[in-house]
Structures are given as structure tokens and as C-alpha cells.
């Protein structure tokens, strides 16, 4: 069994914001070697998400206004955990878009359908974040 | 380390639908052989989820009102993915329900709780669409 | 290939309530000796969760108001589930916690970032329930 291991650094310049990870991720598979196995891609922090979806800037727009419908950022006070923080509303957001996605090797390739491509969701940016890239297979 | 794969492909008649895909998963993973391992079921379409839950239509029932009511079919245009597109509640609604789901293989047979079974939510049928099963193991 | 599998076993008093199982499933990694492979944590119940997040009780305390404006457990007729049973709601909220967590494991221990923790997500207590974890790896 082989294993490999990466972590994707990123620091976003807004509060949110969506970035297509895909690229990055099939740089790591390509690194790996591996040809059949699991992907395992996780954001490293709990104000951060990885998800798939579409590729598609107007499903972006529609899902911050509906995540801030869900879980709005303000006002701050309506959350016990903003104390001496503001981001619970973001802890709120990555929970509903998930942690983390699992995907198949096949081949050599990501076996993903014709649409879905990787996201990295950042619920409360301008600092520095990871996201976790672990593969095991041969 | 052994991998299988198949696709279970799906037309859906109706815009919504909930179907119990536990025996055909199950048949894949006696197809496989494999007896300890990791079993990934995903679908391979963004507008859809495999999730697990309980076999009860009351509480399928439920599920379609909470998700019209988190992200609602309609109006349309209240949405900016739909331009060419009637779709983007079922982008949201899959968010909800997720994309996979993980299962344990022990002894050769899926570690599943006693009411867990696992279910294929199509949010916008009407057209073929897959579920990706993909195992590694011994 | 390496694999392991332990059940863990909770009993909560109250109907909701989350706790930190971060350090079982460390004491399950090591019993396991698996130094480089995948670990999944399951609810094996369906009005259950396991998830990761912060381990702050503000944050907690915002997650089951949340939850409750999301999908209130009370009126209990206002979902077809409850015939016989009381728990619809339970089912919904974990839908949104989710019911399984994927962890990497490097060099022996859980990959995680500097603040996950996991935590067992209790949404229909007063009943014995379990929790999988199933480690894969070398």
C-alpha cells in the first residue's frame, strides 16, 4: 500500500469566498503515483469547507445569499461564540457545505462525474489556512 | 490491496425521489470479494446525494417538505444559476443531503448500524444519472 | 493491509447533547498500530452524528438553537415520522451534522488541524447507542 500526503495552503483576502481546488488536487494524484485507491480532501480548519459542485459563478452567488439566509453573519451578538470572535456564523456555514470530500482513484485519474469539480469554501478568511490531501492505494 | 467499481446508473421519472440502493450496494460488494476494507458510494451528478437514513416514507415525506422549505424549488428566478437552468434548489437541496457516504467491509459485509440503509435523493430527475461505488480492501 | 474496528458505546441522559470523542478514538488508533492509512468514524444510529468542529461551549450552545430554528423538535404532529415515534426532528438535525468523519492517519497519529476535535452528536437520547471506527492502513 503506498500513501502520500500534502497540505494546500491558502489565504483568501475576503471574509468568503469559493476557489476551485481541481488543479491542485490532480497535481497531488499525478505526485502520488497512485493508481487505484481513495482521496481524502479535508479542510484542516472549522471556518472552512471542501466541497463539490459546479463550476458555475451564478450557483456561487446563490449560495452565499442562501448560507447567510441559513446562518447569517450579523449581527455578531446573536451568537454565544462570538465573545471575542465574529466568526460563529462561519463554524454554521461549513457545516451545512460539509469538511471534507472522499473520492475514487481509478486508473490513475479522479473517477469524478462530468460536473463535479473541488471547492475550497472559506466562511472566514484574511488569514492563512490548510487543506489536507491524503491518498492511500497502489 | 484489491479495488472494485461499478456504476449504478438511474433514470427517475419524477423531479424528486428517494430510492433504497442497500441491496444493490450489497451486491457489489459480494461481487468484489472484499472482506475488510473502506466501501465509497458517491453520486457522480451535483444534483443529486447518496446519504443514509431510515426505509420510512413518513419520514421521506418529511424530508421533502424540510428541503422545499431550506431551499425551495421555487420561484425560479429567485435563483442566479437559473438563467438557462430551472435547477439550482436541487445544487442546494444535494448540500443538505450530501454527496456520499463512507461504509466500514468487516468479515464481508457492510458495518451498518440497524436502520441504516442507503439512499439515492434525486433532486432533478427526469434523466439518466450515476452513483459511483468504489471499494478498496483485502 | 491493516484493519481495525471498535465499537464505542453511549448512554446520554438527555435528549441532545454533544461530546468530545477525540481522545477514544486516539486510544483506538493506537491500539490499532496503524501508522499510514484512513480512518472513519460513523454514527451506526440515525438520529445521531459524528462531526468535527471547535470544542467551545458558546459554539455549542449556538449549534442547538440553530438546529432548533432549522428543524424544531416541537410540534411533534407537524411531521409524518412521528406516528408512533417523536424523533423526526432528529433525523433532520443530523442530516445537516452529518453522520460520519474521515481522518488521515500520518506517522502514527490523526491528521488533524490545530482546533478539530471529533464529537458524538446526540439528537434522540435516554437509549444506549454506538459509534463505528474502522481504521484501514499499514
Request: one cysteine or more.
Given at each position: 500500500?503506498?500513501?502520500?500526503?500534502?497540505?494546500?495552503?491558502?489565504?483568501?483576502?475576503?471574509?468568503?469566498?469559493?476557489?476551485?481546488?481541481?488543479?491542485?488536487?490532480?497535481?497531488?494524484?499525478?505526485?502520488?503515483?497512485?493508481?487505484?485507491?481513495?482521496?481524502?480532501?479535508?479542510?484542516?480548519?472549522?471556518?472552512?469547507?471542501?466541497?463539490?459542485?459546479?463550476?458555475?459563478?451564478?450557483?456561487?452567488?446563490?449560495?452565499?445569499?442562501?448560507?447567510?439566509?441559513?446562518?447569517?453573519?450579523?449581527?455578531?451578538?446573536?451568537?454565544?461564540?462570538?465573545?471575542?470572535?465574529?466568526?460563529?456564523?462561519?463554524?454554521?456555514?461549513?457545516?451545512?457545505?460539509?469538511?471534507?470530500?472522499?473520492?475514487?482513484?481509478?486508473?490513475?485519474?479522479?473517477?469524478?462525474?462530468?460536473?463535479?469539480?473541488?471547492?475550497?469554501g472559506e466562511f472566514d478568511g484574511k488569514r492563512k489556512k490548510r487543506v489536507?490531501?491524503?491518498?492511500?492505494?497502489?
Amino acid at each position: 500500500m503506498k500513501s502520500y500526503r500534502k497540505e494546500l495552503w491558502f489565504n483568501i483576502e475576503t471574509r468568503r469566498q469559493f476557489i476551485n481546488i481541481t488543479p491542485q488536487v490532480n497535481s497531488c494524484l499525478r505526485d502520488s503515483g497512485i493508481r487505484e485507491g481513495l482521496l481524502l480532501c479535508n479542510a484542516m480548519h472549522i471556518t472552512a469547507s471542501v466541497f463539490i459542485n459546479d463550476d458555475e459563478s451564478g450557483l456561487h452567488n446563490d449560495f452565499e445569499i442562501w448560507l447567510e439566509k441559513l446562518a447569517p453573519e450579523k449581527p455578531y451578538k446573536q451568537y454565544r461564540h462570538n465573545g471575542f470572535e465574529d466568526n460563529a456564523d462561519a463554524h454554521l456555514k461549513r457545516t451545512i457545505m460539509g469538511r471534507e470530500v472522499m473520492i475514487a482513484i481509478t486508473e490513475g485519474k479522479m473517477d469524478l462525474g462530468p460536473w463535479e469539480q473541488i471547492f475550497y469554501g472559506e466562511f472566514d478568511g484574511k488569514r492563512k489556512k490548510r487543506v489536507l490531501v491524503k491518498i492511500i492505494g497502489e
